[in-house]
């Protein structure tokens, strides 16, 4: 049976998405509903959604129609172990909008994740984060200069909001985007295991090999994709990352 929303939750807060997913298997447990939703402050080297950067590129639509949407198949998602995940681009650009959608999910029964950069870490209060259950964390590098020149903004934002996270205790997921003479450096890949260990609220690290299945979205924004000569990590250097985290404690896929 459809659920219906209290008639408590906030007023609707308009904002932009880019498209919906409404059977994911890899953005948190379960199957869920993954909202994308437009405008990211990153210009990582290897964006495979280029198309999500600019938030007016998008579609306007409201936090009500969003959970009118979400509120079809929140018995399924349940069902299903599964849950709400607010993707992008980068939710946290439109943290009014983001905070809205998440407490409609809440209201309707539902497990809540956040995947972010932590690059704008700060515009999440504390009233937005009691809304999420789990925060799939992007740390793209661990040296300044190194995340920098593969996103093009400061890493120390993103290990303060890690940092934030510990404190109030929100479990973790965090991401790895594994690219061949860019990320691979071991040195600073047991520096991030490290911070990562220290946290103590990761429950699993994801190694993501590398792939260049967005470079068709580069060329169709006439824009051009600078790693396009990079071959996908081999399965050992994979393993050896993973060996890396593996080594602190960590579960690392």
């Known amino acids: 049976m459809t659920q219906v929303l209290s008639q408590t939750r906030p007023n609707s807060v308009s904002g932009w998405i880019h498209s919906v997913e409404t059977g994911g298997t890899v953005d948190g447990p ?11 402050p990153l210009r990582c080297l290897y964006c495979h959604n280029p198309d999500t950067q600019h938030m007016h590129d998008g579609t306007r639509t409201t936090s009500a129609d969003v959970l009118e ?4 198949y929140a018995d399924f998602l349940k069902r299903a172990h599964g849950g709400l995940t607010l993707s992008g681009g980068e939710p946290l650009v439109q943290p009014e909008f983001t905070a809205a959608i998440l407490r409609g999910a809440k209201e309707l029964g539902l497990h809540t994740a956040l995947d972010t950069s932590g690059f704008l870490g700060k515009h999440a209060d504390d009233h937005l984060l009691e809304d999420v259950d789990l925060v799939l964390l992007d740390i793209k590098a661990f040296s300044e200069k190194s995340y920098r020149h593969l996103t093009g903004v400061a890493l120390r934002p993103t290990l303060e909001f890690a940092e934030r996270l510990a404190e109030l205790n929100k479990r973790i997921w965090l991401r790895y985007v594994l690219v061949p003479n860019l990320t691979d450096d071991a040195a600073e890949i047991d520096g991030l295991a490290d911070f990562v260990a220290g946290l103590g ?3 699993r690290v994801d190694v993501l090999p590398f792939h260049k299945m967005g470079e068709h979205k580069w060329k169709a924004l006439g824009r051009r994709y600078t790693l396009s000569d990079t071959e996908p990590p081999s399965r050992e250097l994979v393993e050896r990352v993973r060996g890396q ?4 404690g960590l579960r690392a896929d």
């Not at 379960?30 to 990211?40: A, H, K, N």
């Not at 949407?69 to 079809?72: G, K, N, R, S, T």
């Not at 985290?245 to 602190?248: G, I, L, N, P, V």
């Open 30 to 40: 379960g199957i869920r509903y993954v909202l994308f939703m437009s405008g990211c």
């Open 201 to 203: 609220v990761v429950d």
């Open 245 to 248: 985290f593996q080594a602190r």
């Open 69 to 72: 949407d979400i509120a079809l």
